[in-house]
């Protein structure tokens, strides 16, 4: 396989930052709220010139010497206007007591009277009111809901002690033993839980105690949720979930409260299942990291400890857990007595992985060349979810096409979708990458048809998908569990078969051998380091360390040995590779016109499958492998050509995917 090498882009921010700051117009409602209260209680003095006051008095004086123009007179006895010199005035008559004779005074001395029949009532004053502290009650009613609105995603002050476990009690899971393929061992390990919550007086009576809790340990995806679903199906029992990170929150005794919180309400439901998904997330070893500390994680701890020990194996309760990191729990929880019993979930086998697929394949269409056998042998590795995606990716791909029906070919292409990436129609091969891809894909293929141990090609591609230019697919004819050391050195040659082809034709490498390179270290690393398959450093094994389902974890960073031994394990690696270098290119020269002819097929059909490389190779395919090579269709020997340009190095690296 021939991949582009992936460099991260510049000035990209890690994954996991910090949650945005609030925003900045928050911090100034208040004051502006007080501030707008302020201005409306206390408003400022109009620019206008102010009206002179007259009392009553003055006022008939002035009537009565002419000095009066206009007066506007409210039903209240407000009276305000102008004066002869443009003066404006204000004053109230008494209406009630000289009212009409007022008027008469005002009527005989010419003014221009106006009548004004607005009075100020109470719902004047309301509306003033409302309007001077309408602003800052609006923004203490908009504190308050935010305050709520917060709380309740807090769960609420009083509430926050409360477990978030999901209870499926009215409507338990219908979920079946039977309904998880394969996994029979897992099974019957789990069947014993099932009768226990059934009848648990049968063991009362013959003095055996059930198991209280059940860890299930195993990589991700093998299906450790759904058979705890299972099992309180088969049981018939309320099923309580809830997920190890939901007990720790930023305030201290809430995750033990949650705990016990959580027992209650199972205790209520008795018999009942407690599932507790990921529990290495509060059950890590206390005392691990000195320097970092959680008091918070390790009282959630302690109080799950003391509900496991403390409550009556004779309730009907189990608590069910799962990880993929058990490594990391704290001894105290594993001990027997709390979680009894650990079932390891693994991936799964061949024949499991068939039945899985059979499945998933449940209510499809499926053409007569899909063999579900040769589909689970093509998949080592893949857990139970990445064959319901690769079902799914078959179906999707059969549905783009508008059909019904999904074929072997759908399959294939979607496993090289889960495995390369999605085949991109324009990342077009210039001729000479072209032309060093196929001489690099079929040093892969030959070397493995002319090893004993190697297992059998299925096909060979230099169609890119993804960040592969091209790919040599190896599957195993049956499941191994154990790697000889001869089997191991055939694979250390087969990853280097891509470099020797470049070597043998071209006369030097290129970048196309770099995933290769990188796998074929790292496997000859651990055959000195850890196998003892070395006999200059002799049967000592020194473990990466790591996590033990997860891949790509960090290894120790403290080596248990002296750089001494360093420097002798990477001369020995070194003599390792170079010898499987050394024995690719001898295969290749030796059958160098097969090497040709190989890549003079690819070059034309883009695809070929495992019969035609047997074909080219001169060799027969090895006992029981009909199934998985496919057929050689006949091919006319094409014409001489004549020489080809110069390649240019391919962006990228060869493998052999499977055979690792």
Same mark, same amino acid.
């Given at each position: 396989? *021939?991949?582009v090498?992936?460099t991260?882009?510049?000035?990209?921010?890690p994954v996991?930052?910090?949650?945005?700051?609030p925003p900045?117009?928050?911090?100034?409602?208040?004051?502006?709220?007080?501030? /707008?209260?302020?201005l409306?209680?206390?408003r400022v003095p =109009?620019?206008t010139?102010?009206?002179?006051?007259?009392?009553y008095?003055d006022?008939? =004086?002035k009537?009565?010497d002419?000095?009066? $123009?206009?007066?506007?007179?409210?039903?209240? %006895?407000? *009276? =305000?206007?102008?004066?002869?010199?443009?003066?404006?005035y204000?004053?109230?008559?008494?209406?009630?007591l000289?009212?009409?004779q007022?008027?008469?005074?005002?009527? $005989?001395?010419?003014v221009?009277?106006?009548?004004d029949?607005?009075k *100020?009532t109470?719902?004047?004053?309301?509306f003033s009111?409302?309007?001077?502290?309408?602003? /800052?009650?609006?923004?203490?009613?908009?504190?308050?809901?935010?305050?709520?609105?917060?709380?309740?995603q807090?769960?609420?002050l009083?509430?926050i002690? @409360?477990?978030?476990?999901?209870v499926? $009690?009215s409507?338990?899971?219908?979920?079946?033993?039977?309904?998880?393929?394969g996994?029979?061992?897992?099974?019957?390990?789990?069947?014993?839980?099932?009768?226990?919550?059934?009848?648990?007086?049968r063991?009362k009576r013959?003095?055996?105690m059930?198991? @209280?809790?059940?860890?299930m340990t %195993?990589?991700?995806?093998?299906?450790?949720?759904?058979?705890?679903?299972?099992?309180?199906?088969?049981a018939?029992?309320?099923?309580?979930?809830?997920?190890g990170?939901?007990?720790?929150?930023?305030?201290?005794?809430?995750?033990?409260a949650?705990?016990r919180?959580?027992?209650?309400e199972?205790?209520? @439901?008795a018999?009942a299942?407690? +599932?507790?998904?990921?529990?290495?997330?509060?059950?890590?070893?206390?005392?691990?990291?000195?320097?970092?500390?959680?008091d918070?994680?390790?009282q959630?701890?302690?109080?799950l400890?003391?509900?496991?020990?403390?409550?009556?194996s004779?309730?009907?309760?189990?608590?069910l857990?799962?990880?993929?990191r058990?490594? !990391?729990l704290?001894?105290?929880l594993?001990?027997?007595?709390? +979680?009894?019993?650990?079932?390891?979930v693994?991936l799964?086998?061949?024949?499991?992985?068939?039945?899985?697929?059979?499945?998933?394949?449940?209510g499809?269409?499926l053409?007569?060349?899909?063999?579900?056998?040769?589909i689970?042998?093509?998949t080592?590795g893949?857990?139970?979810a990445?064959?319901?995606?690769?079902?799914n990716e078959?179906?999707?791909?059969?549905?783009?096409?508008?059909?019904?029906? !999904?074929?072997?070919?759908?399959?294939?292409a979607a496993r090289?979708?889960?495995?390369?990436?999605?085949?991109?129609?324009?990342?077009?091969?210039?001729?000479?990458?072209?032309?060093?891809?196929?001489?690099?894909?079929? %040093?892969?293929?030959?070397?493995?048809?002319?090893?004993?141990?190697?297992?059998p090609?299925?096909k060979?591609?230099?169609?890119p998908?993804?960040?592969? /230019?091209?790919?040599t697919?190896q599957?195993p004819?049956?499941?191994?569990?154990?790697?000889?050391?001869?089997?191991?050195?055939?694979?250390?040659?087969v990853?280097m078969?891509?470099?020797?082809?470049?070597?043998?034709?071209f006369?030097?490498?290129?970048?196309g051998a770099?995933?290769?390179?990188?796998?074929?270290?790292q496997m000859?690393?651990r055959?000195?380091?850890e196998?003892?398959?070395?006999?200059?450093?002799?049967?000592?094994?020194?473990p990466?360390?790591?996590p033990?389902?997860?891949?790509?974890?960090?290894?120790?960073?403290?080596?248990?040995?002296?750089?001494?031994?360093?420097?002798?394990?990477?001369?020995e690696?070194?003599? !390792?590779?170079?010898?499987?270098?050394?024995?690719?290119?001898?295969?290749?020269?030796?059958?160098r016109?097969? /090497?040709?002819r190989?890549?003079?097929?690819?070059?034309?059909e883009?695809?070929?499958?495992?019969?035609?490389?047997?074909?080219?190779?001169? @060799?027969?395919?090895?006992?029981?492998a009909?199934?998985?090579?496919?057929?050689?269709?006949p091919?006319?020997?094409p014409?001489?050509?004549?020489?080809?340009?110069?390649?240019?190095?391919?962006?990228?690296?060869g493998?052999?995917?499977?055979?690792?």
């Open positions: 396989m *021939t991949k090498p992936s991260p882009p510049p000035g990209d921010k996991g930052s910090a949650p945005p700051p900045w117009w928050r911090a100034y409602l208040l004051p502006l709220g007080v501030l /707008l209260t302020l409306l209680l206390f =109009s620019t010139p102010e009206k002179t006051e007259l009392t008095s006022f008939i =004086s009537v009565v002419g000095e009066v $123009d206009t007066a506007e007179i409210a039903v209240d %006895g407000k *009276t =305000s206007g102008k004066l002869s010199d443009g003066t404006e204000k004053t109230v008559i008494p209406t009630e000289a009212g009409e007022t008027l008469k005074q005002i009527v $005989d001395a010419g221009d009277i106006t009548a029949n607005k *100020t109470s719902g004047d004053v309301i009111i409302l309007l001077a502290f309408g602003p /800052l009650a609006l923004l203490v009613g908009l504190w308050i809901w935010m305050g709520k609105k917060a709380g309740s807090m769960g609420g009083m509430g002690g @409360r477990s978030t476990a999901k499926f $009690d409507e338990k899971p219908k979920t079946r033993l039977d309904d998880v393929a996994y029979d061992g897992v099974k019957r390990e789990v069947m014993e839980i099932v009768d226990f919550l059934k009848d648990p007086g063991y013959a003095g055996a059930a198991p @209280r809790g059940v860890l %195993g990589p991700p995806g093998t299906g450790k949720t759904l058979l705890a679903r299972a099992v309180a199906g088969e018939d029992v309320p099923f309580i979930s809830v997920t990170s939901s007990f720790v929150e930023m305030f201290v005794g809430v995750g033990a949650r705990v919180d959580l027992f209650n199972a205790r209520k @439901r018999p299942i407690i +599932f507790i998904d990921e529990i290495d997330a509060i059950g890590q070893r206390r005392g691990a990291n000195v320097a970092i500390s959680n918070e994680r390790e959630t701890l302690n109080q400890l003391a509900e496991m020990d403390g409550f009556d004779s309730e009907g309760i189990v608590v857990a799962a990880t993929n058990p490594e !990391i704290d001894p105290a594993v001990r027997p007595g709390r +979680f009894d019993r650990q079932v390891v693994p799964p086998t061949q024949d499991d992985r068939a039945k899985i697929l059979a499945v998933h394949c449940r499809k269409k053409a007569d060349d899909v063999d579900l056998d040769v689970a042998r093509g080592p893949f857990s139970g990445d064959l319901a995606n690769l079902v078959a179906a999707i791909r059969a549905a783009r096409d508008r059909r019904e029906v !999904i074929t072997a070919e759908d399959f294939d090289d979708r889960i495995l390369l990436g999605r085949r991109e129609g324009s990342n077009v091969l210039l001729p000479e990458e072209k032309r060093a891809v196929a001489y690099h894909e079929s %040093g892969h293929a030959l070397v493995a048809a002319y090893s004993d141990n190697a297992d090609v299925h060979v591609t230099i169609l998908a993804g960040q592969a /230019l091209g790919v697919h599957l004819l049956h499941e191994r569990h154990l790697y000889s050391e001869a089997y191991m050195y055939d694979l250390l040659a990853q078969g891509g470099r020797s082809a470049e070597l043998v034709v006369g030097e490498g290129s970048t770099a995933n290769d390179l990188a796998n074929a270290t000859a690393t055959m000195v380091r196998f003892g398959l070395s006999p200059r450093i002799g049967p000592i094994g020194y990466g360390g790591g033990m389902y997860l891949q790509g974890g960090n290894e120790v960073t403290s080596k248990p040995y002296s750089d001494e031994t360093q420097r002798a394990i990477d001369l690696v070194k003599r !390792i590779l170079d010898e499987a270098e050394s024995r690719a290119v001898n295969i290749l020269k030796t059958h016109d097969a /090497l040709d190989l890549a003079e097929r690819l070059l034309e883009e695809t070929v499958d495992g019969a035609v490389v047997y074909e080219v190779a001169g @060799r027969p395919p090895p006992k029981g009909s199934q998985i090579l496919g057929t050689a269709k091919h006319p020997r014409e001489p050509s004549t020489s080809a340009p110069a390649p240019a190095a391919p962006s990228g690296d493998s052999t995917p499977g055979s690792d």
